[in-house]
């Protein structure tokens, strides 16, 4: 059973910064992308970033310059670093992973986290 535990949310100042931790456990010998994806209030999720294993990076354009991606491979780890934050960017972040091979086959689908809430406000 893939599980995806995020942590590192929290309240922070205009201007701050934060930095979210995603491990993925379950018998998993690889993962093929690790991202996060954000919902705020009354708003469809969206994607912030996202990093293949093969490097591959997407991210949102509201986000590009300020928020940082990265991922430990071996730990089946994906960060997102949170610089200059706005309260615009005030939402529930997921973690989420694709394609994952677990000790009896390769899983196509997206497994997701429960969510950690960011909060941007002074």
């Known amino acids: 059973q893939v599980q995806l535990v995020e942590s590192g949310g929290g309240l922070v100042q205009p201007g701050g910064s934060l930095k979210l931790s995603c491990f993925a456990s379950?018998?998993?010998?690889?993962?093929?992308?690790m991202g996060w994806y954000r919902q705020a209030p009354g708003k469809q999720r969206e994607l912030v970033a996202s990093?293949?294993?093969?490097?591959?990076?997407k991210s949102g354009d509201s986000v590009k310059g300020r928020f940082t991606i990265s991922r430990d491979n071996v730990k089946h780890t994906v960060y997102l670093q949170m610089d200059s934050l706005k309260p615009e960017d005030t939402a529930v972040y997921y973690c989420?992973?694709?394609?994952?091979?677990?000790?009896?086959?390769?899983?196509?689908?997206?497994?997701w986290g429960q969510g950690t809430q960011v909060t941007v406000s002074s």
């Open positions: 379950g018998g998993i010998f690889s993962i093929y992308a």
């Open positions: 989420r992973a694709e394609g994952v091979y677990l000790n009896n086959g390769y899983y196509p689908q997206n497994y």
């Open positions: 990093l293949t294993s093969a490097n591959n990076t």
